[in-house]
């Protein structure tokens, strides 16, 4: 990232950002999805299961709604500009498949995402993190996501200690998601700059060029760490 950078600013011209804004995943963090392994771990706090069901059940009438929502469609999720924080999501399913957990949503959002999805910093962006600091850029995030910002801020903070973002804005604390201009905006208004000296880096097109696009923020699409059809 450190290159690309600087290979950007001397083909272009381009004045250095007073801020660059960061997607999390696949851009600060590389993760692999596995649900089952996530519920499976969710399920060890387990204080009722009225059905005796078994993770693989849980999983699959999970898989089912969000099927059902689009939530994780590579296409159709790009078109939801509202976040539905994933406590609501969890207090439903469990329930309605018979179970009683001893942990609260936050909870179930950290157990569960560890599990599932472990995360490993994506190549290069320490280095490039130091880079930016070394240059005076301010930085931060905002991040498409449905876990409660304080399990996002833990788990961002852990991967990258070295950090020295300002802010960690989590969509499901704020109601809407990119590529809604509006996300980008409140990160404009924490950092008290305007458009034209921020960039945003993020793997996706559709939420994170586009969406920076709208709000008048220069994007840099980052295709390092994709995993997904776009």
């Known amino acids: 990232m450190k290159r690309m950078t600087q290979n950007m600013l001397e083909q272009f011209g381009m004045k250095l950002p007073k801020m660059i804004l960061f997607d999390y995943g696949q851009t600060l963090g590389n993760e692999k999805f596995n649900g089952l392994r996530g519920t499976e771990a969710v399920l060890d706090y387990a204080i009722e299961n009225k059905y005796n069901r078994t993770a693989a059940d849980v999983q699959a009438a999970a898989d089912e709604i969000n099927r059902e929502l689009g939530r994780f469609d590579p296409i159709k999720r790009h078109s939801l500009q509202v976040e539905m924080p994933n406590y609501m999501f969890t207090n439903y399913l469990y329930e309605s498949q018979g179970f009683k957990l001893s942990i609260s949503g936050a909870e179930i959002d ?6 599932s999805s472990p995360a490993v910093p994506t190549d290069g962006i320490e280095a490039f993190l130091v880079f930016l600091y070394r240059k005076g850029i301010r930085t931060g995030v ?3 996501i449905t876990y409660d910002g304080r399990v996002v801020e833990e788990r961002i903070n852990a991967l990258l200690p ?3 973002f300002e802010f960690i804005i989590a ?3 704020y109601f809407f998601r990119k590529p809604n201009k509006r ?6 208004q924490r950092a008290d700059l305007e458009p034209e000296d921020v960039w945003y880096i993020g793997d996706q097109y559709g939420a994170d060029v586009e969406g920076a696009r709208n709000a008048k923020i220069t994007p840099v699409w980052y295709s390092g760490a994709i995993d997904l059809p776009y």
Do not use: R
């Open 183 to 188: 996300i980008f905006e409140l990160a404009l």
């Open 142 to 144: 905002i991040s498409n």
């Open 110 to 115: 950290k157990v569960f995402w560890d599990a």
């Open 162 to 164: 070295g950090n020295h």
């Open 171 to 173: 969509t499901s604390d």
